[in-house]
Nanobody, 123 residues
Framework: QVQLVESGGGLVQAGGSLRLSCAAS????????MGWFRQAPGEERELVAGINWSGGSRYADSVKGRFTISRDNAKNTVYLQMNSLKLEDTAVYYC?????????????????WGQGTQVTVSS
C-alpha cells in the first residue's frame, strides 16, 4: 500500500524558515513527478511547487525565490525548503505523487496524497 507521509510543519515567525519532508513507502516514484500543494481555510488547494522525474521544477508565483523543492530518489523522499515565510503562507501543506513524469497544477493528475502537515506563520 502506497503511503506518503509529510513532516516538518509547525509554528514559525514571519521571516523564518521550515523544511518539509515527504517520505514515500509501498512504492517508488523516481519516474513520477511530485508536488507540494497547500490549502488555507476557505481556499482551494493549490500547487506550491512541483518537481518532474528529471529534476526540473516549477513554482507558484507567490513562492518563487523563497521556496525550493528537491527530491532524493534513493531515499524516496521529496523536500520543500521554505524561507522568508510570510503570514499568507499559513496553510496545510500536502505532498502528492503524480501519475506521469511531468508536474501539473491539476489535482486530478495526482494519484497519491499525504495526510498534510500544518504550517503556521505568526507575526
Amino acid at each position: 500500500q502506497v503511503q506518503l507521509v509529510e513532516s516538518g510543519g509547525g509554528l514559525v515567525q514571519a521571516g523564518g524558515s521550515l523544511r518539509l519532508s515527504c517520505a514515500a513507502s509501498g512504492g517508488t516514484f523516481s519516474s513520477n513527478a511530485m508536488g507540494w500543494f497547500r490549502q488555507a481555510p476557505g481556499e482551494e488547494r493549490e500547487l506550491v511547487a512541483g518537481i518532474n522525474w528529471s529534476g526540473g521544477s516549477r513554482y507558484a508565483d507567490s513562492v518563487k525565490g523563497r521556496f525550493t523543492i528537491s527530491r532524493d530518489n534513493a531515499k524516496n523522499t521529496v523536500y520543500l525548503q521554505m524561507n522568508s515565510l510570510k503570514l499568507e503562507d499559513t496553510a496545510v501543506y500536502y505532498c502528492a505523487a503524480a501519475r506521469g513524469r511531468l508536474t501539473s497544477s491539476s489535482l486530478f493528475e495526482y494519484d497519491y496524497w499525504g495526510q498534510g502537515t500544518q504550517v503556521t506563520v505568526s507575526s
